[in-house]
């Protein structure tokens, strides 16, 4: 009989970057506020914790991140205008966000890498298991792949990361991971981890993506680790150890995704996101997505 581990109950947030690829735009603004058609990407993370059962939600901020504390509290005035018009539909948009979780907030001060920003949640998560979830990646609810995490920890205990299969030319924008199967399609034994590797050192073409379930442990091993690739702690090393020595926190498990994701973090990848989701909407799709057939079909005459 499969052993039942501690259901998960709490995310971490990590959103101390200073979004520099976005600049100017990010000058004043937090790079999670930015919107992703008409509510901020942030909120699409904190919306994929809540459906996975995680309704306890630490975000580990930085200076100039007041707008995200703003974004999830109640905003009376606001509200009361609303009520005031009549306007239920935008009332109800404005109630949701403050609606979703209970929020923390601690600041990271010193920007020393996401193993340090995780190791930031310590004094919150106790000796919990917990989720990470990066603010860059957003995965489509359609495919809930932190419902799966969550279900292959009960199970198997331990850690799992998100894995995605990518070209070798782009292995080293990523941490990797070496892993041998399972009987489970999905699901794969993480044996070693490295952080960026060119490509003629990959262990394997599967790319961490911003997903994870931890054991405590983790607080431990990011303790003791050194700066590594940039300077900074690097989270990836920390899970190496893990992935090393089951005997300390358990086995390090990886969920292979091939579902919808977009990447908001590189300026490209977070227009082509509006724009996927934009034409799905049903109240802007079918309107947007004749616009933009129209807009090819001139640019392409143009050719």
Known sequence: ??????????????????????????????????PVVDKPAIQYVVEEAASAGLDDVLMITGRNKRPLEDHFDRNHELES??????????????????????????????PKGLGHAVLCAAPHVGREPFAVLLGDDLIDPRDPLLARMVDIHERHGGSVIALMEVAPEQIHLYGCAAVEA????????????VEKPDAADAPSNYAIIGRYVLDPHIFDILRKTEPGRGGEIQLTDALQQLAADEKVGGPVHGVVFKGRRYDTGDR???????VRLACEREDLGPDFRAWLRSYVAEEMQGL
């Open 1 to 34: 009989m499969t052993e039942s581990h501690p259901r998960i109950s709490k995310a971490v947030i990590p959103a101390a970057g200073l979004g520099t690829r976005f600049l100017p735009a990010t000058k004043a603004t937090p790079k999670e506020m930015l």
């Open 81 to 110: 205008a609303l009520q005031k018009k009549g306007d239920a539909s935008r009332l109800a948009k404005v109630q949701e966000s403050s609606d979703l979780a209970t929020m923390h907030y601690v600041r990271q001060g010193d």
């Open 182 to 193: 399972t009987d489970e399609g999905d699901l794969v034994k993480v044996t070693g981890l």
């Open 268 to 274: 490209g990848d977070y227009l082509r996101a509006i």
